[in-house]
């Protein structure tokens, strides 16, 4: 008796594999044709058998509910959005306008009510200092910014000691300040 060598043996192995996976691909194709077509006509059977007709008919209308409210809150959530969106460029505009008109010194850009609402408060502020710095009680700030200025060009102003006390004796007194003037400067001032 002659010992299989070894090339005969590693051929007759790969011939095995190869021939057996052949039939069992072409086996499995069959079986998945036949399954397959049996599918189709046994399914519903199957199902009745189990008794998950009523519940797989309760889940696809609860779906099917589901998905027609996600559509219409989805159709609803767009339509407020737009909506929305259009009010929020209309107060855009109209601020911006008055803006212009009105020379404020604010933002022009808003990315919600909330910041209109804000470039609105900060606006008034202005108007309102305004206002309040043209009135008789704000006759006294606009003294006061520019009484800083006349104070310090006298101060500045290479002006004798006495003559810078003397004038910014009267500067502060303007600005209703009281100053404590040496009494020295005061005697040679007068």
Do not use: H
């Not at 009523?54 to 027609?68: C, G």
């Not at 989805?74 to 737009?82: G, M, P, Q, R, V």
């Not at 910014?168 to 040679?188: G, H, T, Y």
């Amino acid at each position: 008796m002659r010992p299989i060598r070894k090339q005969e043996l590693e051929y007759l192995d790969r011939l095995i594999n190869s021939k057996f996976q052949e039939k069992q691909s072409a086996i499995r194709s069959q079986c998945e044709l036949e399954v397959g077509k049996q599918l189709d006509k046994d399914f519903n059977r199957f199902v009745n058998t189990l008794k998950l007709d009523k519940l797989i008919k309760d889940a696809e209308q609860a779906e099917k509910e589901y998905q027609d409210f996600k559509l219409s809150k989805d159709t609803k959530e767009n339509l407020l959005n737009l909506n929305a969106s259009k009010k929020k460029q209309a107060l855009s505009e109209k601020v911006n306008q008055w803006s212009d008109i009105r020379d404020w010194q604010i933002s022009k850009r808003y990315d919600n009510v909330d910041d209109v609402m804000g470039v609105l408060k900060t606006a008034c502020r202005q108007e309102l200092e305004d206002r309040y710095k043209n009135s008789e009680k704000g006759k006294m700030f606009k003294y006061l910014e520019n009484g800083i200025e006349d104070a310090k060009n006298i101060l500045y102003s290479g002006l004798s000691i006495e003559d810078v006390w003397k004038n910014l004796d009267d500067v502060f007194n303007k600005a209703q300040i009281e100053v404590r003037v040496p009494k020295s400067m005061v005697q040679i001032s007068k």
